[in-house]
């Protein structure tokens, strides 16, 4: 927001505010940082590929809940086998 005087002819001031809207520019900053944890998680799941197996699935539970803002109480695990 910015705001600017005026002043008028006949002694009188008066401000002219110009507003800009940033929610299509939040937007596009929020955008870019889930892709950089995305991207930042692709990686280290992929560096995870020594690691056992318990470790990688609580990673991905773990980024899963990150990367959508899930609430951890309401993600279940299901055991295959």
Do not use: Y
Not at 40 to 50: V, Y
């Amino acid at each position: 927001m910015v705001n600017v005087p005026i002043l008028h002819p006949d002694g009188s001031v008066s401000k002219q505010t110009a507003i800009q809207d940033i929610t299509e520019r939040k937007r596009a900053e929020d955008e870019i940082k889930l892709n950089e944890t995305r991207l930042e998680a692709s990686l280290r799941l992929n560096q995870m590929s020594e690691a056992p197996l318990q470790e990688i699935g609580e990673f991905a539970l773990e980024a899963g809940i990150g990367l959508t803002g899930s609430m951890p109480w309401l993600c279940s695990v299901i055991e295959c086998g």
